[in-house]
């Protein structure tokens, strides 16, 4: 049986987009299911399939993995030939430990710079706090690149789940102007450039669904 995966609009959940991506890049088959978030019918149909009532949630026959974190740790165990962390041991710590800073970290960011891929709107979203956290991306990006980068694109080289994690705060950088130096920028390019990605963005962008809330 396939895998399912349950998520929220395109356009919007950068949570649900991080194990959607890790799926396609580890070329592993699911079926997704899409429920628009912030309906007066949401809560009841994610209800069905999410114990925490919330989504992203994957489903594999009677087991039920909640959280984007979690779901992208059970398919490296599930599936350890996909390369979704680092071989090298000391490289698979930094990998989980920077995966782990944008799964409880960055705040300021995700609160005053939602992910919008619809949107251009350059220089917004610049509260106090948020600065502070694109400088720690940066500096994160530039050192993964620099120790662990040399052999691809990723910040482990390779694809890892560390690239889906960050995968939306490089829509979150697009939408919102932030400017970047030549490593942050190669790379912000190289994970957009992906082909699943490509696939994401243009299905976000047919989305016909508005959140005020996430709308500056």
Known sequence: MALTLVIGNKNYSSWSLRPWLALKQADIAFEEIRIPLYTAASAQKIARYSPSGKVPVLIDDDLTVWDSLAICEYLAERYPDRGLWPEDGRARAIARAVSAEMHSGFTHLRTHMTMNIRRDLPGRGRAPGVQ???????ALWRDCRTRFGADGPGLFGHFTIADA?????????????????????????????????????AAARAETEVIPEFEL
């Open 165 to 201: 994690m960050y995968a939306p705060v490089t829509l979150r950088f697009m939408t919102y102007g932030v400017a970047l130096d030549e490593v942050c920028t190669e790379y912000l390019h190289a994970i957009q450039s992906l082909p699943a990605m490509q696939e994401w963005i």
């Open 132 to 138: 502070d956290d694109i400088d720690r991306i940066c």
